[in-house]
């Protein structure tokens, strides 16, 4: 299995060539899933004792397996959080594949830490975080918040000298937090408290405050304020200020999710709306969602990362020769809760290095344009109703009369065409449609399809 002879050099021959072909198509198809009785019919048994061989693995992948898969690069595939992988992200993914690297350590892999950490930096610079903060690339947003937390938590019972060793840590945030905050606090069996949102889904001022008044003595449980610049699923950024604020006069951590919205800070036509980011003792954002990286990648930034380092440095006899305290040595799994890791952030890296950040700024900016004059053409339709301006690239809205069911029933026609691929959402209790932009491929013209298949 590991020499390489004729047959391997024409498998990779064949693979590289379905690759860059994939990687080309302009745009690629929609596909779609089908059953499991569908795929085990088409497919067959793939794993047998004496292997089908490569060029067979290769063509049930291509023929079937693959067209069961949505293509979320696909321009018309506007729900949830899209991905855009640029071109060059998902050629050096393939590198990175290829060189076998172990991300997890400096002695390791040093040249793959060094390359992540000057794309960290450029993010650190995009969130006005001081020199000297730093951090690691992880899977996603969910792996990137608990990271976070569990620090934040760290730093809590650190600074209470026991006090709060065996306390019930408590995380305040917003009901429009995305739901791996409840997540974290539920791996880590703490409490979370949420904070009404106002109509359009922001964290309310002063019910931030009214909450922290109302725990009375259970203040001292609070080992973190969470606030979202980019809400899933409306688009929206909270008064990071106010909850920095509130952070610093309660001494807690203060932790910024921006896993979908965070990207916004490369468009100055928004950079605005994020007063209050550079005051966060921990920032994610995810480059598989809006900055045009491969799944998958989110970047985990701290303002002081050595309370990181200590809250997840892992410890064991063969761990020890890693941590001889060299001032230069960045170890990226004492930033997370991981040891072993992919060197993820290295397709940002190597896309950032090819295109530069100015082509970041404009395609950014590209599907900010496209969002204000797609809600335009949905605000002029007289079947459609818009719910609320898009404050980044969410636009929520709903066709006039139209129940859960028709609702499905469209986004089910639109798949099975080939057409598109948006899901209905709820709001306030109601199903609406919600579509995300984050691809630069995708045009006006793309949501007057929408528009008018909607009539």
């Known amino acids: 299995m590991h020499l390489h002879d004729t047959s391997t050099e024409v498998l990779t021959q064949a693979v590289l060539r379905y690759a860059v072909d994939r990687v080309r198509l302009d745009p690629p198809p929609l596909d779609g899933p089908r059953s499991v009785d569908e795929l085990q019919a088409m497919a067959g048994h793939t794993v047998t004792a004496r292997g089908i061989g490569g060029l067979e693995a290769l063509r049930v992948f291509g023929d079937v397996l693959a067209p069961a898969c949505i293509s979320v690069d696909h321009p018309r595939f506007l729900s949830f959080v899209p991905a855009a992988p640029t071109e060059a992200s998902v050629l ?81 945030a917003s009901r429009g937090a995305h739901s791996s905050i409840v997540q974290a606090c539920r791996a880590m069996d703490a409490d979370e408290i949420q904070v009404a949102a106002d109509e359009q889904g922001r964290m309310r001022v002063d019910d931030l ?16 304020i969470v606030a979202t ?37 490369v468009a100055p036509s928004v950079r605005g709306r994020y007063r209050g980011v550079e005051r966060c003792d921990s920032f994610i954002v995810d480059p598989h969602k809006w900055l045009f990286a491969p799944f998958d990648s989110c970047a985990l930034l701290y303002r002081d990362p050595d309370v990181a380092r200590r809250a997840h440095t892992q410890h064991a006899e063969y761990l020890d020769v890693l941590h001889n305290d060299a001032a230069e040595e960045w170890n990226p799994s004492d930033f997370a809760h991981h040891l072993s890791r992919r060197a993820r952030g290295l397709p940002f890296w190597f896309s ?97 399809v929408l528009v008018e298949s909607l009539a």
């Open 92 to 172: 050096f993914d393939v590198v990175v594949g290829a060189c076998s690297i172990y991300g997890g350590s400096w002695m390791e892999g040093a040249g793959a830490v060094f390359a992540e950490n000057e794309a960290l930096r450029y993010l650190s610079d995009l969130a006005g975080l001081p020199e000297g903060s730093g951090g690691v690339f992880v899977s996603g947003g969910t792996a990137g918040n608990l990271s976070a937390l569990i620090a934040a938590r760290y730093r809590w019972r650190r600074d209470g000298e026991g006090r709060f060793d065996r306390t019930r840590g408590v995380v305040i």
């Open 209 to 224: 405050r009214a909450t922290i008044e109302s725990l009375g003595d259970d203040r001292d449980r609070v080992f973190a």
């Open 229 to 265: 610049c980019g809400t899933t699923n409306a688009g929206v950024i909270d008064d990071l200020d106010a909850a920095a604020d509130a952070a610093q006069e309660l001494g807690v951590w203060f932790h910024v999710d921006g896993a979908y919205g965070g990207a916004g800070l």
């Open 352 to 448: 950032l290095a090819t295109y530069g950040t100015d082509a970041y700024r404009d395609a950014v900016e590209t599907t900010l344009t496209v969002t204000r004059e797609g809600a335009r053409l949905i605000d002029e339709a007289k079947h459609l109703e818009l719910i609320m301006e898009p404050e980044l690239s969410v636009v929520l809205f709903r066709r006039r009369g139209w129940s859960h069911d028709d609702y499905q029933a469209w986004t089910d026609r639109m798949l099975a065409d080939g057409a598109a691929f948006v899901v209905p959402t709820a709001w306030a209790g109601e199903t609406v449609l919600r579509i995300c932009i984050v691809n630069p491929r995708t045009t006006v013209d793309d949501i007057r």
